[in-house]
């Protein structure tokens, strides 16, 4: 596997919702911290229910998302898994499988609640970022993919 440049781990970071408006140089702590991993076609990235110990930002490849068994959709390259899960601290509303080979970045709990902890502004700018977000699920719910 090819590992990516540290600016692409900043690019792919920077279009998280939930991480758009964070500094450049914030977005390149978390992008130290984040691993960059494959995954096989049908492996169950989050499974429904559970908590959330990590979020995926999706490189390459497409997850599909399925709710008590249903499809609800498909997402792929620059679209993410859990990090509402893991801000909340909440059940995963969704079941995530890669539907195709995966590349993701994964942060996991531990290090994105580290950042958030040594810099006051970084939870801030998140947390602003999640009230924004919520406020588009309450328009559009089938977004949620936490």
Known sequence: ????????????????????????????????????????????????????????????????????????????PGDFIGEFSLVVGKPREVTATSKTPLRAFVLTERDFKQLLRSSPGVELKVMRSLVEWIRTLVKDPTLLTG
């Open 1 to 76: 596997m090819r590992l990516l440049s540290q600016n692409a781990k900043v690019a792919a970071l920077s279009r998280v919702p939930l991480l758009s408006g964070l500094s450049k140089r914030e977005l390149s702590e978390l992008a130290r911290v984040a691993e960059d991993l494959e995954f096989p076609a049908g492996r169950v990235l989050a499974r429904e229910g559970t908590m959330s110990r990590e979020f995926l930002a999706i490189v390459e490849g497409e997850v599909e998302l399925t709710k008590k068994g249903r499809r609800v959709k498909t997402i792929g």
